[in-house]
């Protein structure tokens, strides 16, 4: 399995302290829980976040995660962090930095290129040019300026590599369209996709989030509507594949009636496109029937062996990389520290 959008620093977020007054909207959910989340974010909390959420995937057999990491709070090095968390369970990672003219905090459009988001833009090009495992990351067109949406997608072709991006999640990044179509190549990834047009015009494969959405109140993506390669996510809320393609089918089938889970388990193929190294791993299921007609009805699927790039990292059930019950211990540890940062922000 590969998870094609996921945010290994959200893996502490269960548990963190809610906005004293509910969010009602997607900006507001932004602004007043994932930005202040990722505001709080060190290099230590980076680290271990990363590692839990590269345990967590290894539990649920996924062994290829596509990852889009913000922390304007800790630009430098961050990547770095990320990789090797991943690399000392022994799941594979593409990772990138999410740059955004949003910090310092504005509520107009961003005119020009940031500090921040020149920041962001050497971390991705200092991590790709050590041989990191990357592309360049966008946080969402609504959040940076023309000047940065150029800077970056110069960076992606000096390396030959995409943007991974948000576009068009909530209707306030509507407009990205118009703003990402002429930069865009097939090499992008483009998470969520709700409020694009049918014939939008970038470029990329579109990466389905249905719980996120879900969760976030922000429209279902109707993406078998798309020309464009459509793959599936879980934007940051674990990387329990099966799990979400169940959902994704569920959603589908409320749409849709006629629907099968054949549409949403060729998401699943997408993503092995997009990781193709995945095809290189061997994991042995609990359940015998690993088919979509099966697994659409059939909870708890769980991997018993997983080889890694010729390594074994899971036997009958027990992961051998690391010590389970010392990551979730640590994990805890620094998740109290970050959630007291978050508790100090204005």
Same mark, same amino acid.
Request: with cysteine; aromatic share 6%.
């Given at each position: ?118 920041? =962001? ?116 809320? =674990? ?108």
């Amino acid at each position: 399995m590969v998870c094609a959008h996921h945010h290994l620093y959200s893996s502490l977020a269960r548990g963190m302290p809610g906005p004293a007054t509910p969010p009602l909207s997607f900006l507001n959910i932004l602004e007043t829980v994932w930005w202040k989340l990722d505001q709080a974010l060190d290099l230590e909390t980076i680290f271990w976040s990363a590692k839990l959420g590269a345990l967590e995937a290894l539990e649920t057999g996924t062994t290829c995660i596509i990852d889009h990491h913000e922390s304007p709070n800790a630009i430098e090095g961050s990547l770095s962090a990320i990789a090797d968390a991943c690399s000392e369970v022994g799941v594979r990672v593409n990772t990138c930095y999410g740059v955004t003219d949003r910090h310092p905090a504005s509520n107009s459009s961003p005119n020009s290129m940031t500090e921040g988001a020149r920041r =962001g833009l050497e971390e991705n090009r200092r991590f790709l040019s050590d041989g990191g495992n990357g592309m360049v990351g966008l946080h969402a067109a609504f959040t940076c300026s023309d000047e940065t949406l150029e800077n970056a997608t110069s960076l992606a072709r000096e390396f030959s590599v995409g943007i991974h991006t948000h576009v068009a999640e909530g209707k306030v990044d509507i407009a990205a369209p118009s703003r990402l179509s002429r930069l865009s190549e097939d090499n992008w990834i483009l998470a969520h996709g709700v409020h694009l047009e049918d014939d939008h015009g970038i470029r990329g494969t579109i990466i389905h989030n249905p719980r996120s959405n879900m969760n976030n109140s922000v429209g279902y993506a109707a993406p078998k509507r798309f020309v464009n390669p459509v793959g599936l996510g879980t934007d940051g809320i =674990g990387a329990d594949m099966f799990d979400e393609f169940r959902l994704g089918y569920a959603r589908l089938r409320e749409n849709d009636i006629a629907e099968s889970p054949l549409t949403v388990w060729e998401m699943l193929e997408v993503n092995k496109s997009l990781y193709p190294d995945c095809l290189q791993d061997v994991v042995t299921w609990s359940y015998p029937n690993v088919n979509p007609w099966h697994l659409a009805f059939t909870p708890g699927v769980k991997p018993r062996d997983i080889v890694i790039a010729g390594k074994q990292v899971m036997k009958d059930g027990i992961v051998m990389t690391v010590d389970v019950d010392e990551v979730r211990s640590k994990a805890a540890e620094v998740a109290t520290k970050l959630f007291k940062r978050i508790d100090d922000l204005p």
